[in-house]
């Protein structure tokens, strides 16, 4: 079943960039994120079923691997007398760090636990679980891609129209673009 996450690839190509430019230290633990209250358990717990229910880890499932990659790279692009070490220290890294990635999914519970009451998420957990939730699960994705791909092609369209706009008034001055 494909889900929202699914077709939004660029954020997970976002988080995997944010995720970069964190400190490299695999032996620190997550600190809080700024500005959030701490949620109570039973609101961590309905927040994940939403997020597992909508594929969310699909998002941020690569995470870890990649930002080894990414990291190994842009080291190799200065010192590339090392590649074969990095190469093997990639894997090392990538083994050490594993798992990882499952902090996203503790910060995204910790986000929806912020954005909606306790309350709300158990009564959007009953939602998602009924026909027209399941319902939504499915089609949602579906959906989204198609206003995505409708808003391309008027934005398209409509920049031809701006164009000839801009020639027309340009035309009036006597000048030709």
């Known amino acids: 079943m494909k889900?929202?996450?699914g077709i939004l690839p660029a954020a997970g190509l976002a988080v995997g960039l944010a995720l970069a430019s964190l400190p490299a230290n695999g032996q620190q633990p997550q600190a809080p994120i700024p500005g959030l209250k701490p949620a109570t358990p039973a609101c961590v717990a309905a927040a994940?079923?939403?997020l597992q229910m909508k594929h969310a880890g699909a998002m941020y499932a690569n995470a870890v691997p990649n930002i080894v990659h990414q990291t190994k790279d842009q080291i190799l692009s200065t010192n590339l007398n090392y590649q074969?070490?990095?190469n093997e220290?990639?894997?090392i890294v990538a083994k050490k760090l594993a798992g990882r990635e499952q902090e996203i999914g503790e910060g995204?519970?910790?986000i929806y636990c912020n954005m909606f009451t306790e309350q709300e998420l158990k009564d959007l957990v009953v939602f998602y679980?009924?026909?027209l939730g399941q319902k939504l699960l499915t089609a949602e994705p579906q959906a989204?891609?198609?206003s995505m791909n409708y808003m391309t092609n008027w934005a398209q369209n409509f920049a031809?129209?701006?164009n000839g706009e801009f020639r027309a008034e340009m035309r009036k001055r006597g000048k030709q673009i």
Do not use: N, R
């Open 84 to 86: 074969k070490d990095l």
């Open 108 to 110: 995204m519970a910790q």
């Open 3 to 5: 889900s929202v996450f």
């Open 160 to 162: 031809t129209i701006v």
């Open 129 to 131: 679980k009924s026909p």
């Open 48 to 50: 994940k079923e939403i």
């Open 89 to 91: 220290v990639e894997v």
């Open 144 to 146: 989204i891609q198609t």
